[in-house]
């Protein structure tokens, strides 16, 4: 693979590193708006829709219950990633790429069209279930491969900034579910949205796959796409090397990523359903507030990125868990004050901590695995992570809402697990200098 730092990249070359960054983008921001727009749905219509007898029963439960199918699908992330990384060595990488989006687009799909436990009884909940796992499963080798490529291409001193750019697809995904959410809300109205509109949101993901899959087609056959699909295929490499030589760092990687991710799902899924089933707020506000708010997890993504290169890897991400630390606790009181404005606030600074916390990620796990295991070495780590932060995250949210009946208690939980984060990237020796091993 050519190292960014060699020599100077073409002009031919230069454009289709731009191509193929552009097509990783839109393909990563596709998966997060799959993965949010059930997120959402999850805390507002799922429940009753397709736990009815538990609705009926016990509505908090229910709540619980929807929230828990979010992460059933972070589970299955890992497998997908190897599963794909074989048959992608047998059948060809490529075909691989387009198969795993159209699966994402079409488990999507599916869900919008499936049938309620009043029409199917108890096989609704268990074909959401299963269509959650596909979902889960194609999206297993996204974020390492795109991570990877852009941190191993930049120049030394810009790594950081160059691999804050994959890890924006996250708050463009979430600006464009919750849009689309507000969007087929504000349009059809609260009783036709519960009906039947929020399938809607659900079945545009059709456009989006084949918006994506037009946009790889584009740069499938460049050289930098095909080095790409390199970085992809180790992904089957034999885990036993990995786990026998760097297990700490997969575990790091993993206890790094879990505040970000846990405080994350709280933006993208729980606090849409507290403001607006817990303290009654109307719906289209609460999703343009989260949405205008979400912009926020961008900026900061990249100035997270940006300062990583400046301040150090470390640092920021310490600066960035300290703000989510500080207000993790406080952010609660503005949000129950029943203020649209009061609320904005409370997520616009929580997106300070997650951004200063997310841009330079991606650089720092490259900077801690060597070549031959550094694809496997991220990739799990942030797996791992995912499932122990974000995959249940709204779940416990609502378990220790339920609970206890103050929402401060869940900012103690935030708090809690950015302190295992906070230590966990402290014990991370900075090394913006190394040379990632990437063969002229």
């Known amino acids: 693979m050519t190292s960014a730092t060699a020599e100077p990249l073409s002009p031919e070359r230069r454009r289709e590193q731009r191509k193929v960054l552009i097509g990783t983008l839109v393909g990563t921001s596709i998966e997060w708006y799959d993965f949010f727009i059930y997120a959402q749905a999850a805390g507002l219509v799922l429940g009753p829709l397709f736990l009815a007898p538990v609705a009926a029963q016990n509505p908090g439960l229910a709540q619980v219950l929807s929230f828990a199918t979010i992460g059933i699908s972070f589970l299955f992330r890992p497998l997908g990633a190897v599963v794909a990384g074989h048959l992608g060595d047998r059948f060809g990488r490529k075909r691989m790429l387009v198969l795993t989006l159209i699966l994402m687009g079409a488990s999507t799909a599916l869900i919008g069209l499936l049938p309620t436990y009043a029409v199917i009884g108890a096989a609704a909940p268990i074909l959401l279930v299963l269509l959650r796992v596909l979902q889960g499963f194609s999206a297993g080798g996204e974020w390492g491969g795109a991570a990877l490529m852009a941190v191993e291409h930049a120049p030394r001193g810009r790594r950081s900034f160059f691999g804050a750019y994959p890890q924006i697809g996250v708050p463009i995904g979430m600006i464009v579910a919750t849009g689309v959410l507000y969007l087929v809300q504000t349009t059809l109205g609260t009783e036709a949205f519960q009906a039947w509109g929020w399938r809607l949101p659900f079945l545009f993901s059709i456009v989006l796959v084949l918006v994506g899959w037009i946009i790889r087609r584009a740069v499938e056959e460049s050289p930098v796409f095909t080095e790409l699909q390199e970085r992809r295929r180790e992904a089957s490499a034999p885990l036993g090397q990995l786990f026998r030589h760097h297990t700490k760092e997969v575990l790091l990687a993993a206890f790094i990523f879990i505040s970000n991710n846990a405080a994350g799902y709280l933006l993208i899924a729980f606090f849409i359903t507290y403001l607006s089933k ?59 004050s029943k ?100 063969a002229p």
């Open 278 to 336: 817990g303290l009654g707020l109307p719906l289209p506000g609460v999703l343009m507030t989260t949405a205008l708010a979400s912009f926020g997890w961008l900026i900061f993504t990249l100035v997270g990125g940006w300062l990583g290169d400046r301040w150090g890897r470390v640092r920021t991400f310490q600066v960035g868990y300290v703000l989510v630390l500080v207000w993790a606790i406080p952010m609660w009181f503005l949000i129950d």
């Open 339 to 438: 203020s649209l404005v009061l609320y904005f606030v409370a997520a616009f600074v929580l997106t300070i901590g997650l951004g200063l916390s997310y841009g330079p990620q991606a650089a720092l796990y490259a900077e801690m695995f060597p070549a031959q295991v550094r694809y496997s070495g991220v990739s799990i780590g942030y797996a791992i992570g995912a499932i122990l932060g974000g995959a249940f995250a709204p779940t416990i949210s609502s378990a220790i809402l339920e609970t206890t009946g103050a929402s401060w208690h869940i900012g103690l939980y935030i708090a809690i697990i950015t302190v295992i984060s906070l230590i966990a990237v402290s014990l991370v020796k900075d090394r913006p200098g190394i040379d990632l091993g990437v």
